[in-house]
């Protein structure tokens, strides 16, 4: 199947900063990306859909100006988690889907964010 | 927008029994139902899938039956192995291309006993 990439797969930062999680397709090429939110033992919660080359559409809830969203070329969407606090502390997992390539959608490897 | 529920939370069994997951949905326009399985700190991963013109799908010991008229679906997991111990998510979706959003159940974690 398709290759999703996702970096870092671990972060520690401390409050107040910013962290920046990328996601990349590997072997195909994504219009669309999805980021989601997984508290330990729940459910993943889509934060947002990626759109290259224009504005994320983020889900009710969401903030836009503290989880920024870029989506700049066909491969590559980025997350960044700003001003994080502790309650940001959280896994996050970005997929996607090949256009053309069917139903499936392919998950990356997920980062764990902790705040400190 | 839409809502999917699942149920058991927690699910234990043991080898070489059944066990089945069941979930409903609340969007009747929702046409795409995939079961993903998750093991600690991994990627989700597919592991069967429905679309709504199919009443019954079948992998090897993994089956997946869709109700549209109920608006729930199953996954049925056969002859159950150590190694099939997981958090499994039910999801559903309205495919209209790679734009379409999944809608995610809250989960099940099963457990296959010795």
């Known amino acids: 199947g398709a290759v999703v990439s996702q970096h870092p797969s671990r972060v520690i930062c401390k409050s107040g900063t910013s962290v920046k999680i990328e996601c990349r397709s590997l072997?195909?090429?994504?219009?669309?990306m999805f980021w989601y939110r997984q508290f330990p033992k729940q459910s993943l919660m889509l934060m947002a859909t990626s759109n290259e080359g224009s504005k994320a559409t983020y889900e009710q809830g969401v903030e836009k100006d503290k989880f920024l969203i870029n989506h700049a070329s066909l491969t590559l969407s980025t997350l960044t988690v700003t001003s994080a606090h502790p309650e940001d502390s959280s896994f996050y997992i970005c997929?996607?889907?090949?256009?053309?390539?069917?139903?499936?959608?392919?998950f990356g490897q997920g980062t764990r964010l902790t705040v400190v | 927008g839409e809502n999917v529920e699942q149920h058991p939370s927690t699910l234990s069994v043991q080898e070489g029994d059944s066990a089945v997951i069941k979930c409903t949905y609340s969007d009747s326009a929702s046409n795409y139902f995939p079961w993903y399985k998750q093991e600690l700190g991994k990627r989700p991963q597919l592991i069967i899938d429905i679309r709504s013109n199919v009443g019954e799908k079948k992998d090897q010991r993994i089956a997946v039956t869709l109700n549209k008229t109920a608006k729930h679906f199953s996954l049925h997991i056969t002859e159950t192995q150590p190694e099939d111990s997981a958090v499994y998510f039910c999801?559903?979706?309205?495919?209209?291309?790679?734009?379409?959003?999944?809608?995610f159940g809250t989960g099940t974690r099963l457990q296959v006993t010795l």
């Open positions: 072997d195909f090429q994504a219009t669309t």
């Open positions: 999801a559903a979706s309205i495919m209209a291309g790679t734009a379409s959003k999944l809608t």
């Open positions: 997929s996607a889907r090949v256009s053309g390539g069917g139903t499936e959608a392919f």
